[in-house]
């Protein structure tokens, strides 16, 4: 597990301003993901990565921003953040698609 | 696309009492299903996956069915103990689509 890691690990901004959340992970896994958690919702994928340079939309995209210019980075931008983006974010990564997820520890996000 | 149902959505046993969770999933081509356990404050852990070539799988007190005709999975846990309770989430996925996860069980095993 100390093979993923996210950076901050607890953050408060306020509406509006611009947050980038980080992942590193060191195992040169192909496939990167970050979930946000809510109570209720589960673990909702916001974008994926099969390998650096290429990244996909998951089921919540909207108001978020990816890049993956290195395998091992997985940086996730909030542009304008909102109150509605208050969440637990997870970085995880695997080997393929049909293979276990590691997760990173989370980082906890507060939009006042 | 994939849509993954789980029931119920809390569950509480007695120690030592077994658990159940199911899961049932729409994609027929999904052949990859895993499940995690996320204890209060932690990042979820893979704890059992299953793969559509198998029926069942056995780790010790926890084992996972698939019936892939019906298209539902289940996880089972035997002699439950206080340290089980957490969250279980299952998921499933196929090619090389992500996987997709259940809204999750919250598990309560009362000593």
């Known amino acids: 597990d100390a093979g993923i890691t996210q950076s901050p690990r607890y953050k408060i901004t306020e509406t509006g301003r611009q947050v980038t959340l980080m992942c590193h992970q060191t195992w040169s896994h192909s496939y990167m993901f970050w979930y946000r958690q809510d109570l209720g919702h589960g673990l909702r994928l916001i974008y994926y990565s099969a390998a650096a340079d290429i990244t996909d939309k998951g089921e919540v995209p909207d108001g978020y921003v990816v890049s993956r210019s290195k395998t091992e980075n997985f940086p996730l931008t909030l542009e304008s953040a909102t109150r509605s983006q208050t969440s637990v974010y997870f970085c995880?990564?695997?080997?393929?698609?049909?293979?276990?997820?590691?997760f990173g520890p989370g980082t906890r996000l507060t939009v006042t | 696309g994939e849509n993954v149902e789980q029931h119920p959505s809390t569950l509480s046993v007695q120690e030592g009492d077994s658990a159940v969770i199911k899961c049932t999933y729409s994609?027929?081509?999904?052949?990859?299903f895993p499940w995690y356990k996320q204890e209060l404050g932690k990042r979820p852990q893979l704890i059992i996956d299953?793969?559509?070539?198998?029926g069942e799988k056995k780790d010790q007190r926890i084992a996972v069915t698939l019936n892939k005709t019906a298209k539902h999975f289940s996880l089972h846990i035997t002699e439950t103990q206080p340290e089980d309770s957490a969250v279980y989430f299952c998921a499933a996925a196929s090619g090389n689509t992500p996987l997709v996860f259940g809204k999750g069980t919250r598990l309560s095993v009362i000593a």
């Open positions: 995880a990564s695997s080997r393929t698609s049909e293979y276990e997820q590691y």
């Open positions: 299953i793969r559509s070539n198998v």
């Open positions: 994609d027929s081509a999904s052949n990859y």
